[in-house]
């Protein structure tokens, strides 16, 4: 069993930054990739970025790239995002993922993963 937490949601202006973080309980993360998706009220959950286990590989969907980085702590156990240049449209629900299978492969679907957290929630004022 895995319990995954996330942290560091909040509300914040246009143009500023949060950082996520999302530790890991129960089992760790290491061997697994590690995701981030986001949902807005009447939306569909969506991607955000992923990482593989090690870090190797990342992805972000398109409209994050260049402002939102996935990073690993190895030695705090979480997986992190760092967000910034926010802008209002980012305002969503976040939540982390852990993969179903081995994390060579950096996954981008909500069935891919196995394990989710509870969510916090991102805010963004124009």
């Known amino acids: 069993q895995v319990q995954l937490v996330e942290s560091g949601g909040g509300l914040v202006q246009a143009g500023g930054s949060l950082r996520l973080s999302c530790a890991a309980s129960?089992?760790?993360?290491?061997?697994?990739?590690t995701g981030w998706f986001r949902q807005a009220p009447g939306k569909e959950r969506e991607f955000v970025a992923c990482?593989?286990?090690?870090?190797?590989?990342?992805s972000y969907a398109d409209s994050v790239k260049g402002r939102f980085n996935i990073s690993r702590d190895y030695a705090k156990n979480t997986v992190d995002l760092q967000l910034n240049s926010l802008k209002p449209e980012d305002t969503a629900a976040y939540y982390c993922?852990?993969?179903?299978?081995?994390?060579?492969?950096?996954?981008?679907?909500?069935?891919?993963?196995?394990?989710w957290g509870q969510g916090t929630q991102v805010t963004v004022s124009s």
């Open positions: 993922a852990k993969s179903r299978l081995y994390g060579d492969q950096c996954y981008r679907a909500i069935g891919d993963y196995d394990y």
């Open positions: 129960g089992r760790t993360l290491a061997m697994h990739s």
């Open positions: 990482t593989t286990w090690n870090g190797a590989i990342t």
